[in-house]
């Protein structure tokens, strides 16, 4: 199994990003690139397309996670044996506002939803919402009833990543019903937590 091309330009982006980091760090070339990929068993092959793939999905989401796509950036060098250049500082996100954040909630709800029932998605959103003041203000109804409208509020960085951290619980907590939720998650354009990015290949 080859990469079809847009995921061998994919793979061409993270090491060229991954270089701009250590200028003296040489790019390979295509061939290269071909060259090692064919040398990996074809299980590794396999993730590595998937990760790809996820990839490619969430640096076309909105919001960008860039957190996530470093970390997936970190999976797929480790995977053809490249030791991923010192993590740099992130740079600090673009303004964001909750409704950004609906979708992700939303497709989680709705893909859970399909396999448990309703009442315990919202049983779950509750479990697994970290203890913040800030998050018990947001009424879990908005992430699976497409009615429920969420108030347009601006988020500071910590909401943002109090967000994060309750969307992955989430996905963490249904996982144990639903082994099939990281594939589904990911091919969704949901951002999966690391622990169950093998899960979801």
């Known amino acids: 199994m080859c990469l079809p ?18 200028s003296e760090s040489p790019l390979p070339t295509e061939n290269q690139l071909l060259l ?13 397309a998937t990760l790809l793939m996820c990839h490619s999905q969430t640096k076309a989401s909105v919001p960008i996670n860039l957190a996530y796509l470093l970390t ?4 797929i060098l480790n995977l053809l044996g490249v030791t991923s250049p010192v993590r740099p500082l992130l740079t ?16 989680a709800s709705q893909i859970v939803q399909n396999h448990l029932g309703c009442d315990l998605v919202r049983n779950y959103w509750l479990i697994s919402r970290p203890n913040d003041p800030w998050l ?4 879990v109804e908005i992430f699976y009833n497409e009615q429920g409208s969420a108030p347009d509020r601006c988020l500071n960085e910590e909401q943002q990543d109090l967000l994060q951290m309750w969307l992955e619980q989430f996905i963490l907590y249904c996982y ?8 589904e998650a ?16």
């Open 5 to 22: 091309p847009p995921l061998l330009s994919t793979l061409q982006e993270i090491y060229q990003h991954q270089a701009s980091m250590l």
């Open 36 to 48: 090692l990929i064919e040398a990996l068993p074809e299980a590794t092959r396999a993730t590595l």
């Open 72 to 75: 997936l950036e970190g999976e």
């Open 92 to 107: 600090p996100p673009g303004l964001q506002r909750l409704q950004n954040y609906l979708p992700w909630f939303r497709k």
């Open 136 to 139: 018990r203000t947001i009424r």
């Open 176 to 183: 144990r019903l639903l082994p099939t939720l990281p594939a």
């Open 186 to 201: 990911m091919a969704a354009g949901i951002p999966v937590p690391p622990q169950l990015l093998q899960a979801a290949a």
